[in-house]
């Protein structure tokens, strides 16, 4: 028995932080939705009660790091599933970019395992399972477009924004989510983002005021850090992008334009600064 997932990346339309829980995580607002740059999880049956990881990439563990192997070991210890898996990682989603890669390979591998296994576990509960990987791991799920809320677990499904393309540069650089976070002063943030206002323009199909409307709060820190990025961002407005953001912890910055031409014409221009370009459409 052999089968087959997408695991899509994440781009965040908005991301507040609302204060620091005493649990340590953050009390987040976000707006995510997804992309149509997925990595591909083939995850076969063994008869050995082991977990294998192979993949092409070779700058990511295959050991019990990897969060598609923890997913497979998550869900074997809670169902008592005495088989094995083998699962291939295709990773097309760049590592440690703020797009959710990880998370949403182990969300692949959870939804892959369910059927491959007929264990019928529920959404809700597989969420919830999800949600003990990684904060992301429960709208990797979910998929679609979504509010999140809590430390990003909760969420509440809204419509897809307008369709448009989704042209993303990952900077050669190494962003950790922890440091990101770690550095943040959630009491000390000056402009927090207009979630109301993207949901809103989403929910009119307002593209335009959707552009205006982004934000992510963890822009104080990383584009601080990292000039590289800001640069990045002023260069993807010069040339034309009509909205653009950072995506999570960075590095990666996304620019929405309406148009296929205007695409095209972004997608080339930033060929020149960087080596990770995407052009892609909103997974709707
Ligand atoms: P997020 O936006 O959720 O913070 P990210 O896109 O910034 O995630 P990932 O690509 O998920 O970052 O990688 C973060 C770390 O997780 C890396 O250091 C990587 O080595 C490790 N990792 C574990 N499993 C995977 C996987 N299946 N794919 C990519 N990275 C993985």
New binding site residues.
């Given amino acids: 028995m052999k089968v087959m997932e997408k695991a899509p990346a994440k781009i965040n339309l908005s991301l507040d932080v609302l204060y620091k829980r005493e649990d340590g995580f953050h009390e987040v607002e976000m707006v995510m939705t997804m992309v149509d740059l997925a990595d591909r999880l083939e995850m076969q049956e063994l008869s050995r009660d082991t977990i294998i990881i192979s993949s092409q990439a070779g700058y990511?563990?295959l050991d019990e790091?990897?969060?598609?192997f923890q997913a497979a070991r998550l869900i074997k210890d809670r169902y008592h599933v005495r088989k094995g898996v083998y699962i291939h990682?295709d990773?097309k989603?760049p590592?440690?970019?703020?797009?959710?890669?990880?998370?949403s390979?182990a969300a692949a591998a959870l939804r892959g395992l369910n059927r491959l296994w007929n264990l019928n576990i529920p959404l809700e509960e597989l969420k919830a399972l999800g949600a003990e990987l990684?904060s992301?791991v429960p709208f990797c799920i979910q998929g679609g477009t979504a509010l999140a809320t809590g430390r990003g677990e909760k969420l509440t499904p809204i419509t897809s924004p307008p369709q448009c393309w989704v042209v993303l540069a990952k900077p050669p650089l190494n962003?950790s989510?922890a440091d990101v976070y770690g550095r943040l002063k959630a009491s000390e943030i000056r402009r927090h983002p207009d979630t109301k206002s993207v949901i809103e323009a989403i929910g009119t199909q307002d593209f335009n005021r959707l552009c205006g409307s982004l934000g992510n709060v963890l822009e104080d820190v990383t584009l601080q850090l990292y000039p590289e990025v800001r640069q990045l961002k002023e260069c993807m407005q010069r040339m034309g992008a009509e909205g653009v953001l950072m995506s999570?912890?960075g590095p990666t910055v996304f620019g929405l334009v309406a148009k296929e031409t205007k695409a095209e014409k972004l997608y080339n221009g930033l060929r020149g600064f960087c080596k990770d370009v995407y052009a892609v459409r909103l997974l709707t």
């Fill in positions: 990511i563990p790091k990897n969060l598609a990682l990773k989603i590592v440690a970019a703020g797009l959710a890669g990880g998370s390979d990684g992301d962003v989510t999570g912890s």
